[in-house]
């Protein structure tokens, strides 16, 4: 009897402080549809972003692609009409140019669900780096997202106000955008640019029942990695590639799980739970478990954090040693 008070009075915190954050967490949670709604995939034509279009596509979206290459835009309808029997939209247009994305935005339906999902990944040392490829990781990364969110919120807006369905804007970052890691110096600066656009805009739209969705991927095998892998430094693989490499499809999935339940940040793997946990700062969370499994794991994780960058920073002194005697 008396320990069953004591086990009382032990979990009695926990649950005061699961019923506090159940009341507090905001924004408040929300479904949304995909069926019969207009998503737009960026770099939709390849890797996560075709993964994602099948996937909407099969689950009953009219889907748009768009990305530069006209080729691999219909290479990718194709394959997808294979899979799925349904046609999606292509669009050949450079995130980089602000007329052309307006254009596009312009001809299309109104989104219901807007997918920033292009991307451009080439890692180097900045020291080597030429500044055009630093601006070009800016300008398609960060810039490109702007300018298709501002291209498409207008008529965003006015459609979610008219079908009352509330709508989505997701913005595929990356694991290094929550965390810096050698040859990343642009890539990072690009993604880690994406949160702090996120987090402001979720306030500025959240009345207009918009929701953002921020996706961290960690390595995912499509054709951008391999690209990236015939040019990695080898210890930008070493800290980076210790993972092995998840499927384009797995990230789709939780991509689009995330989408659909307007979850703020999406992990994507085990690690990328930590890395949430260890970098979740002052996100939103609409979870109130996820609030209290944050709240109990932050100060653990920080001790975490400290033993990768341990690790890290103990690979570098090495290679370097090895180089300087090589
Ligand atoms: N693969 C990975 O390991 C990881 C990827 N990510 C991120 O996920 C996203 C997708 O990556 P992934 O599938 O690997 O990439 P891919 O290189 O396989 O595909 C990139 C897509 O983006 C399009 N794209 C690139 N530049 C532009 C542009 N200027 N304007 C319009 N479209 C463009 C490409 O088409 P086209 O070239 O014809 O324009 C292509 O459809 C990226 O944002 C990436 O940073 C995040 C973490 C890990
Ligand atoms: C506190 C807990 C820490 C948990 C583990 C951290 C592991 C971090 C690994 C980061 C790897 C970044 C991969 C980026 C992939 C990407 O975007 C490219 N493929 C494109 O360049």
């Known amino acids: ?45 390849s890797g996560i972003g075709l993964a994602l279009a099948l996937r909407a596509a099969a689950e009953g979206a009219r889907v748009t692609i768009l990305a530069r ?14 899979a799925t029997g349904v046609d999606v939209t292509i669009v050949a247009a450079d995130v980089r140019d602000p007329e052309a994305v307006s254009r596009a935005l312009e001809a299309a339906d109104p989104v219901d ?26 300008e398609v990364n960060l810039m490109g997202t702007f300018h298709l969110i501002k291209a498409s919120l207008p008529t965003m807006k006015q459609r979610a106000k008219q079908s009352g369905l509330p709508a989505s804007i997701a913005i595929v970052s ?28 979720q306030h500025e739209v ?60 999406v992990a994507c793997n085990f690690e990328g739970y930590l890395l949430h946990v260890a970098t979740v700062g002052l996100s939103p969370q609409r979870s109130y478990f996820m609030a209290f499994v944050e709240i109990l794991g932050v100060g653990f994780m920080r001790f975490v954090a400290l033993c990768y960058q341990w690790s890290w920073f103990t690979s570098i002194e090495k290679w370097h040693a090895k180089m300087k005697s090589g």
């Open 69 to 82: 290459d006209p080729s691999r835009l219909q290479d990718a309808r194709d394959a997808i009409r294979l």
């Open 206 to 265: 959240i009345a207009d029942n918009i929701h953002i969705t921020l996706v961290f991927p960690p390595d995912t095998d499509t054709p951008g990695l391999a690209e990236e892998h015939k040019r990695r430094p080898e210890i930008t693989k070493v800290i980076a590639g210790s993972q092995g490499g998840m499927k384009a499809d797995d990230v789709a999935k939780k991509a689009l799980n995330g989408i659909k339940s307007g979850q703020f940040v």
């Open 113 to 138: 669900v807007l997918v920033c999902n292009h991307g451009v990944f080439l890692p180097q040392e900045l020291e080597r780096q030429s500044l055009e490829e630093v601006r070009f990781m800016v």
């Open 1 to 45: 009897m008396a320990s069953l008070f004591f086990l009382f009075l032990l979990l009695l915190p926990f649950a005061i402080l699961l019923l506090v954050l159940a009341a507090i967490v905001r924004p408040r949670q929300v479904r949304i549809p995909l069926k019969g709604r207009h998503v737009l995939v960026t770099g939709g034509s």
């Open 174 to 201: 990356s694991q290094a955008g929550q965390v810096g890691i050698y040859g990343y110096t642009a890539y990072s600066a690009s993604k880690f640019g994406l949160r702090g656009l996120a987090e402001a805009l």
